[in-house]
């Protein structure tokens, strides 16, 4: 079970179908995409094969600490780490589903070009949810839209399934894992005072299903929070 189709979710289930896992990925909206498609810059990654091709000097180090200065070092390096050294590998799993992001450039913060984009200069986040829908279409991934999740279950500490409604029916999916990719709560004000009361009438770019729901389903279940405020 995956719980959320943005980029996160399709990306989930396609490489959880690739190996060789039976999906079913659930989205309470009508239709795929989620925050993902609100992105128009690119994705940064340092090491690929782009950056190469046109002679620009980058590092996976730099990146890092790029990343942590812009984050006024309280982001955690580790995870940093994580994303940049795996960043070159997602530029070239995009590659493999039909997704290139040839053209680069500076951004914010970046010490080199590093983010990468659509060779036509369009939006990166409506191009990849176009890609990444078409390979779900291609593998035959079940999408269950207008559907939406309201509880996990769990056995003995165990998350084995999700409870689930749309407008004709109640759901009850026994799986043997699930991956929460519901995003954040940008487009739910009553929750974003309850973490920071200063922040209230904020407005948001955020899409209409960013509500914050898996956040708190999670936490239903017993999972811990970190730097939710």
């Known amino acids: ?20 896992k039976d999906v079913i990925l659930l989205e309470m909206m009508p239709y795929a995409g989620g925050n993902t498609t609100k992105a128009t810059g690119g994705m940064n990654a340092a090491e690929t094969h782009y950056q190469k091709e046109q002679g620009i000097e980058d590092s996976v180090e730099q990146f890092i600490e790029d990343t942590m200065k812009g984050g006024h ?5 580790d995870l940093v780490t994580v994303m940049a ?29 590093r983010i990468h984009a659509p060779e036509d200069g369009s939006g990166v986040g409506a191009y990849l949810v176009t890609a990444l829908l078409k390979k779900i279409d291609e593998l035959g991934i079940k999408v269950m839209y207008n559907t ?18 749309s407008d004709d029916a109640y759901y009850t999916i026994h799986s043997k894992a699930v991956i929460l990719a519901t995003g954040g709560f940008g487009n739910n004000q009553e929750m974003i005072v309850n973490y920071r009361e200063d922040l209230e009438g904020t407005v948001t770019t955020s899409a209409p299903g960013i509500m914050g729901e898996g956040i708190t389903m999670a936490e239903t279940v017993g999972a811990g929070l970190v730097d939710i405020d």
């Not at 070092?73 to 390096?77: G, V």
């Open 1 to 20: 079970m995956i719980i959320g189709a943005g980029g996160a979710g399709m990306t989930a289930a396609i490489n959880a179908t690739q190996a060789g």
């Open 85 to 113: 050294e795996n960043s070159a590998a997602g530029i070239d799993w995009l590659d493999s589903i039909g997704a290139p992001l040839p053209k680069i450039s500076f951004s914010g913060g970046a010490t080199n070009q």
């Open 73 to 77: 070092d309280i982001n955690d390096r």
């Open 148 to 165: 939406r999740a309201t509880d996990l279950m769990s056995l003995e500490g165990t998350v084995n399934g999700v409870m689930a409604e």
